[in-house]
């Protein structure tokens, strides 16, 4: 087991790491960590802005995230970002994206429609709530207002948006992308996909953003990917996200037709959705205690109380108390059965599973995906921060409302304490531009984590050495020895097993680190997903007991005033670990996973500054981490 590496007095020359050395096909480039979010709602998103975001516009959301002070659209004060984002993708729902704050603003292009007219007359005249009811409906239906979908009214609003990013776009200091959120949701399940592209307005005015209206089925929307990209030269990135409420449907084993996956299924996903949205507001998707009844972390931000609860009754995506769809009986179902059924098509580790099972079958992977987080968060507000968490809607920003379940039920059916404030995308890129990001995309150098911009380096390969762990270069060792994170291990050299060298760095502004684990997946005889987890690095001279077992880290948080302590853990971890149950005849994926130490969750920081006890509902600490994307073995 590894000992304390570094001290915290030499972090910042360790930080120096992020900036490598990347070896491939005999190419050298320099690569660093970019921070940012790739899923970021503002009032242009219709459940944005009903639920009170009417002033947070793309052109606000950019400002927040280079670090300029704005003013929130609920209570009005004037907020700042803690740290400010390298990137961002403002992805409203395309579905009547931008058009609600254009009908109250009266554009003309909206107004010239008969719907445009006639609603915002009911709006006038206090029937607010009924306008986007209907709306709503035809969202659920699939059935679009045809006045409010044409082409002119869609064009308008893109062209604005384009425009924005273009502003604000920043060539080696700030990088917007063009995106969008397509927001299927067929019978409740959520299927949803970010979705946004390499290039600039150049290329993104030559299409119209696909919507659920164009189709409900992922496959239709990798079609119209595929075409575009041929049609116009123009490259694109589909996120998957909230997968654990997904009804088990995210990652399944049938097509939208009902039919096994294909290999041509399996290629056409793996083409655009390199990676999936792992952890976020509405809960964590690696894993869940259902699934993975060992694994002691596996509780993290879990989010039972979704689409599908209990037995399996359906509750409206956009059952809240500020429509009034939620019926009596469906709160009382909700209460009696707050835990949900978790499925293996919900989670990103099973999915991976999985994904090896279906390739041993069909000759190709649809579930090799690397893993990001972002926040979708509809405020405008990119906050992945526990003490500047600006809530998911801007209805639920404030502590009061927060707390409060009579005030405000944000969809689907719970309240501000519910969510979570991740996450972040980390990505390992050649500078902060649109090309080299978006490519590190598309080769899955990238992590996520729940906040904290803890630094992660994972890299498999045959020869790594121990001392490669406390090597100044060890980056430049990674990439020469092996491959990062994303990276494929093949031909085990006379069944040797693989050997990781991996590294973890603390936020320089936040908690030290509790450990480094390995999670190893892989599949069995006939189809049966196995897992298990390795303690590889542990903090403050800690081993692992002959039971398995570690010793916890500890907590230094003060439940009377959130304050806490770096007294305890590491500033920096690092290994060289090898597979000791390695079977060269099995295909197997890696990832890492880092736990920070205890930390106030926001709802402590909260109940603090509102001298109120803390929900005995809700964990007062959380151990933030990092989930970096997987490296495969296939004999």
């Keep these: 087991m590894m000992k304390k590496l570094l001290s915290l007095a030499t972090l910042l020359a360790v930080s120096a790491f992020a900036m490598s050395i990347t070896v491939q096909a005999g190419q050298v480039r320099n690569t660093q960590v970019y921070w940012g979010d790739t899923h970021l709602h503002t009032s242009y998103s219709p459940d944005a802005y009903l639920l009170q975001n009417r002033t947070a516009d793309p052109d606000t959301a950019y400002r927040y995230a280079k670090g300029e002070p704005v003013v929130h659209p609920f209570h009005r004060a004037k907020i700042k970002i ?16 931008g058009v609600i704050p254009k009908m109250f603003e009266e554009d003309p292009v909206i107004l010239n429609t008969e719907s445009g007219k006639r609603y915002l007359k009911m709006a006038q005249e206090g029937k607010e709530l009924q306008v986007f009811a209907e709306l709503i409906e035809g969202v659920t239906k699939g059935e679009p207002n045809v006045d409010f979908n044409s082409e002119e009214v869609r064009r308008t609003v893109w062209d604005e948006i384009m425009e924005a990013a273009e502003r604000h776009n920043e060539p080696g200091k700030f990088t917007t992308f063009l995106g969008w959120e397509w927001s299927s949701t ?18 993104g005015e030559q299409f119209l953003p696909f919507s659920l209206f164009d189709s409900t089925r992922p496959e239709d929307l990798w079609t119209w990917m595929d075409t575009t990209s041929k049609n116009i030269g123009v490259n694109f990135v589909a996120i998957p996200h909230n997968q654990n409420i997904s009804k088990g449907l995210m990652f399944p084993i049938q097509d939208s037709d009902g039919k096994p996956i294909s290999k041509a299924y399996a290629e056409s996903r793996m083409r655009w959705e390199t990676v999936v949205e792992t952890t976020q507001i509405k809960g964590d998707s690696e894993t869940h205690p259902m699934l993975s009844p060992n694994d002691e972390f596996a509780d993290y931000e879990t989010y039972d109380h979704v689409l599908e609860v209990g037995e399996g009754k359906e509750v409206s995506a956009f059952g809240c108390a500020v429509l009034k769809e939620l019926s009596p009986e469906d709160r009382e179902y909700i209460e009696k059965h707050k835990e949900r059924v978790a499925k293996v098509g919900d989670y990103s580790r099973t999915a991976l599973m999985r994904g090896l099972a279906i390739e041993a079958r069909i000759g190709a992977n649809p579930y090799k995906f690397g893993l990001i987080g972002s926040t979708d968060s509809h405020t405008g507000m990119a906050s992945a921060e526990e003490d500047n968490f600006w809530g998911k809607m801007a209805i639920d920003s404030t502590p009061e409302n927060t707390f409060d379940p009579e005030k405000v039920i944000v969809p689907p059916n719970s309240i501000g304490l519910d969510m979570g404030a991740a996450g972040l995308a980390a990505v390992w890129a050649e500078e902060n531009t649109r090309e080299a990001i978006f490519d590190a995309f598309r080769r899955k150098e990238v992590y996520a984590t729940t906040g904290p911009r803890l630094q992660a380096r994972f890299f498999g390969g045959w020869d790594f050495d121990k001392t490669d762990a406390y090597m100044s270069n060890l980056a430049e060792i990674g990439y020469t020895k092996g491959v990062p994170m994303g990276g494929d291990l093949s031909q085990a050299k006379n069944g040797a097993a693989p050997t990781f060298l991996i590294q973890a760095i603390k936020d320089p502004n936040h908690a030290n680190l509790d450990r ?7 599949v069995e005889g006939k189809g049966i997903p196995k897992e298990k987890i390795y303690n590889v690095a542990l903090s403050d001279g800690r081993s692992v007991s002959k039971d398995g077992k570690v010793k916890p880290v500890g907590n230094t948080v003060d439940l009377k005033t959130a304050a806490w302590t770096d007294t305890i853990g590491d500033a920096v971890l690092a290994t060289v670990w090898k597979d000791p149950d390695f079977d060269p005849k099995v295909s197997a994926f890696y990832y890492v996973r880092v736990l920070q130490i205890p930390t106030p969750r926001h709802s402590l920081y909260d109940a603090v500054a509102m001298g109120k006890p803390h929900p005995t509902d809700y964990p007062a600490t959380i151990q933030e981490r990092a989930y970096t994307s997987p490296i495969w073995y296939t004999p």
Excluded: C, S
């Excluded at 480094?516 to 892989?522: D, H, L, R, T």
């Design 82 to 97: 803690g740290t400010p984002l390298d990137f961002l993708v403002v992805a409203d729902h395309a579905e009547y994206m």
């Design 186 to 203: 067929p019978n409740g399940a959520n299927l949803h996909r970010v979705v946004f592209l390499r290039e600039g307005k150049e290329k």
């Design 516 to 522: 480094i684990q390995v999670i190893k997946g892989w």
